[in-house]
């Protein structure tokens, strides 16, 4: 126990966005939206942006990131509100009510003022944060919604004397509310509403940022095809291999724990750049460790670790549970090792590897696939996609597995 005790504090944050301290890499996603979004709304222009990213990428830490420059550097207020219960557009206007009584995180002066401008939705604060009255957020949630534009421009109002030049406001989660048909036109309406200028009511500085993935801007799209003209979409790519190297380094520093080149190497090949995935992949070796030295045995058996942890946090267990077959868990395992970056293979490229049994069995297999969602067809006749690459990755990683046992 005492053993336990005396490691401290994990650097490791695989539930939550990376705190700013720790934050490594996207330089050159985050000069995009310094200068082209957060620069432009300190000097009074609104813009809007679309994060895109796969799931695991990363997306919410940069958001969060470049709030906090924006708020530190640049005076925006920075507004995170996660839409990940939202269903209806009251459901909105709640979230970014309620993110609003809890802004100022970076600037808890901003943060206080804006409380005691609405002082009716907060109730007592201690070390616990803020108390936020529920019935009074949702009785107002309809007219925050109907009035979006004139509650940030009020808010805004409120900290300006306090060196807030602008909003950013983050909707983040958005996968369940995009299938809502009122959410696109409501998005659109805002920006169209406030590039309205007029001498009685100024634009708005509002960065307005969204934070899905690619099919999420797709399906908004679909709902109201306007939309799509007013994001300027930045995409979060995986990490390159310098920067999981120097987030890993970073992280076992702070803790005073070194990491042999052999380890780091195993590390950085199975994250594969993935954030998520280096936080679960990192935080097993912390706890793994006996020695302060993070050596290959302690990676190796780190990963194996993670690829549990993204099977049970991240994919659905319905897909190996429904895989009852041999022959389809062997496909699926075949499939697994032409390595996580071949998101796309087509029948020809699978039939070459499969016994006679598992070649009759193959249609049936992907269309069961495709039935989980699973996998998509492609472009071309015959080719096949995962539609999620952490699926990919945790199938990948599971075949890696096994194939461990083995040897």
Excluded at 71 to 98: C, F, K, P, Q
Excluded at 235 to 254: L, Q, V
Excluded at 325 to 345: E, V
Excluded at 366 to 385: A, C, N, T
Aim: glycine fraction near 8%.
């Amino acid at each position: 126990m005492n053993e336990i005790e005396s490691k401290g504090r994990s650097p490791f944050f695989p539930d939550q966005p990376v705190p700013v301290e720790l934050f490594m890499g996207r330089a050159e996603q985050l000069r995009h939206l310094m200068t082209r979004a957060v620069g432009q709304v300190a000097e009074g222009k609104p813009v809007s942006v679309f994060l895109e990213g796969e799931y695991g990428i990363g997306k919410t830490s940069v958001a969060r990131f470049a709030q906090w420059l924006a708020e530190r550097n640049h005076g925006l207020l920075g507004i995170y509100a996660t839409l990940e219960r939202a269903e209806s557009m009251d459901d909105v206007g709640a979230a970014v009510l309620e993110a609003t009584l809890r802004s100022g995180a970076y600037n808890p002066k901003l943060g206080e003022k804006i409380r005691e401008g609405f002082a009716k939705f907060v109730g007592e604060q201690s070390l616990f944060g803020v108390t936020i009255h529920a019935e009074a957020l949702r009785k107002e949630a309809p007219n925050i919604t109907r009035g979006l534009l004139p509650f940030l421009t009020q808010t805004l109002e409120r900290v300006r004397a306090d060196g807030a030049r602008g909003i950013f406001l983050v909707l983040d989660e958005i996968n369940g509310i995009v299938s809502n048909p009122k959410f696109a036109p409501f998005l659109k309406g805002i920006v169209d509403s406030n590039a309205a200028i007029s001498l009685e009511r100024p634009t708005l500085p509002l960065l307005l940022m969204l934070c899905g993935v690619a099919e999420r801007r797709r399906q908004l799209i679909a709902q109201h095809e306007p939309v799509g003209r007013i994001f300027d979409v930045v995409s979060i790519e995986r990490m390159t291999e310098e920067e999981m190297s120097g987030f890993f380094r970073k992280a076992f520093d702070s803790a005073h724990m070194a990491v042999e080149p052999g380890a780091m190497d195993i590390m950085t090949h199975y994250a594969a750049g993935f954030p998520k995935v280096m936080h679960l992949i990192g935080n097993a070796a912390y706890w793994l460790d006996r020695d302060g030295r993070i050596d290959k045995d302690d990676a190796m058996n780190a990963v194996v670790l993670a690829a549990e942890e993204v099977g049970k946090r991240y994919v659905d267990q319905q897909v190996y549970a429904a895989l009852r077959s041999a022959d389809y868990r062997s496909i699926l395992a075949k499939i697994a090792r032409m390595g996580p970056d071949t998101m796309s293979f087509t029948k020809g490229d699978v039939v070459k590897g499969l016994t006679e049994k598992e070649k009759g069995k193959l249609n049936n297999f992907l269309q069961k696939m495709k039935r989980l969602g699973v996998l998509r067809s492609g472009e071309v006749q015959g080719e096949y996609v995962f539609t999620v690459r952490m699926v990919r990755l945790y199938i990948w990683l599971q075949s890696l597995q096994k194939e461990k046992l083995k040897n």
